[in-house]
Structures are given as C-alpha cells and as structure tokens.
C-alpha cells in the first residue's frame, strides 16, 4: 500500500483520533488506520468510518439525543431515507423535514422511536424496522380468524 499523499511505501499500522461533530455535541474515537512515517498521512478504511458512525448513532440513541442534528444523523447512520422514516413513524415527510431543519423540535417518541431502530441495528438486527414496515397504512386487513402456529417455548407441558 501506497501513501496517496507522499508516495511512500511502507504504511504502519496505527490509530488515528477521530471526530464527529453532531450540532453542538462533540464524538470523538480512537480508530485503527494505516500511517504515513513519511509524511503523517493516515488511511481510515471506509468500512471503519461506518463503523465510527453506527458508533455515533448508538451513542446518541442511548443519551436520548434528539435535536435536529442527532435526529438527522441517526436515520442516515441506519440508511433511511427521511420519506422511509415519515412512513414508520406516522408523520408527514415535511414534518421529518422541519424536525431536521430545526423549524421544530423532534418529537420525544418520535425520537426515542428511532433510537430503538438504531439500538436493534447495532445489534445486528433489523426487526423492529421491519415490524414498523409491516404496520404500514395501506396494508390488508388481517383475518378475523385463523389458526395460529405457537412456539414451543410459549407453551408449557402441563404438569
Ligand atoms: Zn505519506
């Protein structure tokens, strides 16, 4: 691997302090990267600044941020589109719009709402999404009757 800025040859293993400013407040990370001993230059690998930002939104997710920023940054980190989060919460795309513009403040549950979707990303899930998904408007009606399959664990043997 080359240095793309100095042309050196012999990158190092190292880390590089990063950080993310999200409005006011202020992430910062220890990430491992490839560093130039010609010049400086790191390397961070796209795959690890995807990491840093599924970081950054569990963080925020956790401390219950939810200024316009944070509410922005949490939908991009789970790779939501604002129409796609309108839908799973039940909001118009334009009211998405003004809680990301800061014409007005994201709703609490709105908010917590998307902390929860960031929570089960980062754990490598995606179920809450898709049970949001599932609940959509325009859905058909289930069935008034029919036989359900219950697991096991739902179902103790009688003593
Ligand atoms: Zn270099």
């Given amino acids: 691997m080359r240095c793309v800025m100095c042309g050196h040859n012999r990158l190092r293993v190292g880390t590089v302090d990063e950080t993310v400013l999200v409005g006011e407040l ?18 961070v690998s796209a795959e690890t600044l995807r990491g840093l930002e599924r970081g950054v ?22 790779g939501l589109k604002a129409m796609d989060v309108a839908e799973l919460l039940d909001v118009t795309p334009e009211t998405v719009s003004r809680w990301e513009n800061g014409e007005r ?15 089960d990303h980062s754990a490598g899930r995606a179920e809450i999404q898709t ?5 959509r408007k325009d859905r058909p009606a289930p069935p008034t009757e029919r036989r359900l399959h219950l697991p096991a664990q739902l179902l103790p043997h009688p003593a």
Avoid: H, N
Avoid at 34 to 42: A, H, I, L, R
Avoid at 57 to 78: H, S, V
């Fill in 131 to 135: 049970y949001l998904q599932s609940l």
């Fill in 26 to 43: 202020r992430f910062i990370a220890q990430l491992p990267a490839m560093v130039c001993p010609g010049c400086g230059e790191d390397l």
């Fill in 57 to 78: 939104a569990e963080a925020l997710a956790r401390d219950g941020a939810r200024t316009p920023e944070a509410f922005r940054y949490m939908r991009k980190a789970i």
């Fill in 105 to 119: 403040q994201p709703e609490t549950r709105a908010a917590k709402l998307l902390g929860i979707l960031v929570i």
